[in-house]
């Protein structure tokens, strides 16, 4: 019975694992933009990317995410944690390569600032935070090189700019997770000339999903999640990582006045490689205009 259990154990650990390479595209529509605002075009396309948690060497996962260009987005948003590893950053760069010259904007999360640790299941499982490693990553440089290419941080800034016909304003916090936000530095109401607003934060804590709800933001992104990354059947989450409920650990659902968007990620940490019923993805948001 020991045998055939250990046997068991390899052979789930070893779909596991394959799954972290078969990614999968999601779309979803979001009716938020006012009647004439896209003067006759069918949607304005957000390309939402988080966690890709890089490791050297992961081809498969560059590549993938390289051809996304070919949905040509209006507009790529991150919501970070980039990183699994300190030499990450050169295949981070060549895996958004060609979204770098379209618009973006990103957030980061704590595995940008600092490398992972090995984690306590039992910890994970009940929901207890972990305490950072502390050991620093190179995000500046990647920060750096996101910038020079056009990209745009939101981290703690209010950001207004035009892509097309739609005017966006946005917003963002750092990582809520390990409490590095500060949502008195952007608060406030979006610019009400916009057409369209959006928050941005790496972990989709409710405390500061209330906060951009209740300041009126019509649509958040986020990430962290990792959909559950070890799910049921059905990909049902048995933990979110955060305080969101796990029906709400992915895709696209409403929070109070808000539509919120959870990416369920493109990578997993290094010392977890494996996922169960949830395939690494990254999802095309079809922002469409409301019924007149």
């Not at 779909?15 to 938020?32: C, D, I, M, Y």
């Not at 019509?218 to 955060?242: D, F, I, K, M, Y």
């Not at 109070?256 to 690494?280: E, Y």
Request: negative net charge.
């Amino acid at each position: 019975m020991v045998g055939a259990g250990a046997a068991a154990g390899i052979g789930v650990a070893a779909w596991g694992n394959s799954e972290l390479r078969k990614f999968e595209l999601k779309q979803v529509t979001a009716p938020l933009l006012a009647p004439g605002t896209l003067r006759g075009a069918d949607a304005f396309r957000i390309l939402h990317i988080s966690d890709l948690h890089m490791i050297p060497g992961q081809d498969t996962k560059i590549a993938w995410v390289s051809a996304l260009d070919a949905l040509d987005p209006d507009l790529v948003v991150n919501t970070g944690d980039n990183l699994s590893d300190e030499r990450g950053v050169p295949d981070v760069l060549r895996a958004l390569g060609p979204l770098l010259n379209r618009p973006g904007m990103f957030v980061f999360g704590t595995n940008d600032y600092w490398a992972p640790g090995i984690p306590n299941p039992v910890t994970y499982l009940f929901g207890a935070r972990r305490t950072p490693s502390y050991v620093d990553l190179p995000w500046r440089d990647m920060r750096a090189a996101f910038i020079e290419r056009g990209w745009q941080d939101a981290t703690h800034q209010r950001l207004e700019f035009q892509v097309g016909p739609v005017r966006l304003a946005a917003a963002g916090v750092d990582d809520p997770h390990h409490d590095l936000d500060d949502y008195s530095l952007i608060a406030g109401a979006p610019n009400v000339d916009a057409d369209l607003s959006l928050a941005l934060l790496h972990a989709p804590e409710p405390r500061v999903l209330e906060k951009f709800a209740a300041d009126g933001y019509q649509l958040s992104l986020s990430g962290h999640t990792h959909g559950g990354q070890l799910c049921l059947p059905g990909s049902r989450a048995v933990v979110t990582n955060c305080g969101i409920d796990r029906e709400r650990v992915s895709g696209l659902h409403r929070f109070k006045n808000m539509l919120m968007h959870v990416s369920n990620g493109l990578g997993t940490s290094k010392f977890v490689p494996l996922r169960l019923f949830c395939r690494p993805s990254a999802t095309l948001i079809h922002v469409t205009e409301r019924d007149a």
